[in-house]
């Protein structure tokens, strides 16, 4: 069982290029989400899906697009990079959908936008 | 809106003493609360969670967290700590809504460092 999956673990991007950064769960899970991780600010919720066909925009969503097509996978698309993006990426999903139980998490997506 | 405090950013400790790390939460509705650890280059992990009943909850390695309404806090302890527990500490909250989605507010993180 290998829980969340995160690809690739790190990634060097320039200014103004866009990539996708790939996640999946083999936990049939309803809910996924994705957090961005900065010093001194703790996890920041990007975008969130409730279930397949269904998304929504968290604390921090500016830059970022996805899409849920299927209940595996939640890809997180970078439209056109910035230094400001520069950050570590977790992805995470948990059921079900009220809150109660635990989020898993992805290792995480190590990104450099020079 | 909700939101979550940690009031200590760094806390460094020695061996086989005991830890506090603290957290505050404020929000207008009642809400589950989480911790979870961050081991070096790792995603996160859960500790231990409060959704309801007893205020004292046990988790993983050790820990337990005591739940206070009143002063909304979450704090998170340890009687003996190990070098093995050096790691990047989160407190968390979430909204028992069906349509939230379990959405997760995290606090800003507490590095905790045992020293030998």
């Known amino acids: 069982n290998a829980g969340v999956t995160q690809t690739p673990k790190f990634q060097v991007l320039k200014t103004g290029q866009s990539m996708t950064l790939q996640c999946a769960q083999d936990?049939?899970?309803?809910?996924m989400s994705w957090y961005r991780q900065d010093p001194g600010m703790g996890l920041r919720l990007i975008h969130y899906s409730v279930g397949a066909g269904i998304t929504d925009q968290g604390e921090v969503p500016n830059g970022y697009n996805v899409s849920r097509s299927t209940t595996e996978d939640f890809p997180l698309r970078l439209l056109s990079a910035a230094p400001s993006q520069t950050s570590v990426y977790f992805c995470?999903?948990?059921?079900?959908?009220?809150?109660?139980?635990?989020?898993?998490f992805g290792q995480g997506t190590r990104l450099t936008v020079v | 809106a909700q939101s979550v405090t940690q009031l200590d950013s760094q806390v460094p400790v020695f061996e086989e003493a005991p830890v506090e790390l603290r957290c505050n939460y404020s929000?207008?509705?009642?809400?589950?609360l989480f911790w979870y650890v961050q081991y070096p280059n790792q995603g996160l992990q859960l500790l231990l969670k409060y959704l309801s009943g007893s205020t004292l909850v046990k988790g993983i390695n050790g820990f337990e967290a005591e739940f206070n309404k009143s002063q909304t806090s979450f704090h998170l302890r340890k009687p003996s700590v190990h070098i093995s527990d050096t790691a990047e500490y989160f407190c968390?909250?979430?909204?028992?809504?069906?349509?939230?989605?379990?959405?997760?507010?995290f606090g800003q993180g507490t590095e905790l460092s045992v020293k030998p």
């Open positions: 968390a909250v979430s909204e028992p809504f069906y349509n939230q989605g379990g959405k997760l507010i």
């Open positions: 936990m049939n899970h309803e809910y």
């Open positions: 995470a999903s948990s059921r079900p959908m009220t809150g109660k139980t635990e989020a898993f």
């Open positions: 929000s207008s509705v009642s809400v589950y």
